[in-house]
């Protein structure tokens, strides 16, 4: 049959979507373990989560240096032998410290489980940290910062958030060459001992696993004792926003980078899917009012972006974009425009649908695999949300309206509540 490419394919509006369930285990310790089942290839991706970050470390960078070190020696092997054994089972690890938590992740074929969990076990509990190590590490760090504070946009994105949650807070403070030099291996030992090494953790298993690797988990990581979370330190957030525009001056680069914003509701706020929703329209996908405006027909920027972005204990609206310098000040006044233009006119009922219909489309499009299926289930299980969330995903983004719409970018898009930074020049 002849396929008649002058006639657009049949499509339908997606209202369920098939959700692979997670199974939830507990070691024998208590340890809980979340296993999603699925995909067709021998490959397994693990995760141990602490709840342990730049939250809790006494100095800056302690926690994404301790994460960083992990496998660069151990009371039993070296950095080199360490490297030589994961790649010799054609194994991958990401080890991540965040503001909020630390995750050792291990990508791996399932066969080869039993002779590679051992080794992560002797990583978190053993690791030594050697003192010729951090040195490269620093150096290495120092001379990407060098290299990144000659860019807007690293400049911009730090003084948004040093701006946004304040300096000394863990969502805002940065790396610095002053406080890439102020922590010794010492500090590390600390954090690993305090944090890491007998500490309580949570598993999260995903690919063509069954109950042999749980029963694997259990005889390397179930037998030991573990010490629950510990309290951990409060901090405050600036009370009110600064004078604006913050300028961080660079007047031998031709353009700027703009960060506009302000901190947000979380997931679990009422009106988070209203939130959501609004903030697609405004800036979420290329067919977004800030893209045709600012640039399709002002011309001012390849890309221009609005996003939340959400951690443990805040979430934050950012809008980002880099334009030439002589169009900076028209650039935040056409934004200004479009946050007052959705908060005195309704959205037409087309263009909420397309918004809508673009967000179910990345959603679905979002559950293809084991291992995109499992991060749902984790963004769902670490921030305490409602078992049913992302099955009632859908019917919540539909639900919203106009009249939402509106009432949304009236509350939670105020322009004078926003924070501007621009770095470059104006």
């Not at 037409?348 to 299926?373: D, H, K, R, Y």
């Amino acid at each position: 049959m002849t396929l008649n490419r002058t006639q657009a394919p049949d499509f339908q509006l997606t209202d369920i979507v098939s959700f692979v369930p997670v199974v939830i285990h507990t070691l024998d310790n208590g340890i809980p373990v979340y296993v999603v089942t699925a995909g067709q290839q021998p490959v397994v991706r693990i995760e141990w989560i602490f709840e342990a970050g730049g939250w809790d470390e006494l100095l800056p960078n302690v926690s994404t240096f301790t994460l960083r070190m992990l496998n660069e020696g151990t009371q039993q092997h070296t950095g080199a032998e360490l490297a030589e054994f994961f790649d010799q089972y054609g194994s991958f690890l990401e080890l991540q410290a965040s503001s909020d938590r630390s995750t050792v992740t291990l990508y791996a074929l399932r066969k080869h489980l039993p002779v590679l969990l051992p080794r992560i076990q002797e990583l978190i509990q053993e690791a030594t940290f050697p003192a010729e190590e951090l040195e490269v590490q620093r150096t290495i760090a120092l001379q990407t910062l060098q290299v990144n504070e000659e860019k807007t946009s690293f400049l911009a994105s730090r003084g948004f958030r040093e701006t946004l949650f304040g300096k000394r807070h863990p969502y805002g403070k940065n790396q610095t060459q002053e406080n890439l030099k102020a922590f010794s291996r010492e500090d590390l030992v600390t954090f690993h001992q305090s944090h890491l090494a007998g500490q309580a953790f949570r598993v999260f298993v995903a690919g063509q696993v069954d109950e042999t690797e749980v029963q694997l988990l259990n005889q390397v990581f179930g037998q030991q004792s573990v010490q629950g979370a510990k309290p951990r330190p409060a901090y405050e957030f600036p009370a009110t926003p600064p004078e604006k525009p913050l300028l961080l001056d660079m007047p031998d680069k031709m353009q700027s980078t703009l960060r506009v914003g302000k901190r947000s509701v979380n997931r679990v706020h009422p009106d988070y899917y209203k939130v959501l929703v609004t903030n697609e329209i405004f800036g979420g996908y290329f067919g977004s009012r800030l893209m045709k405006n600012i640039r399709e027909e002002k011309g001012f920027t390849y890309g221009i972006y609005s996003q939340l972005n959400h951690f443990a204990q805040a979430s934050q609206l950012v809008i980002g974009t880099d334009v030439n310098k002589e169009f900076t000040q028209q650039t935040l006044d056409e934004i200004q425009k479009e946050l007052v233009r959705l908060q005195t006119e309704p959205v037409p009922l087309e263009e909420l649908q397309t918004a809508q219909n673009f967000m179910i489309g990345q959603f679905v499009g979002s559950l293809n695999t084991a291992f995109e299926i499992a991060d749902r289930h984790k963004i769902r299980i670490l921030n305490q949300l409602p078992d049913d969330y992302y099955e009632r995903h859908i019917e919540r983004i539909r639900a919203v309206t106009p009249e939402d719409v509106q009432q949304a970018a009236q509350t939670y898009f105020q322009w004078d509540s926003m924070i501007e930074v621009v770095a470059g020049g104006k």
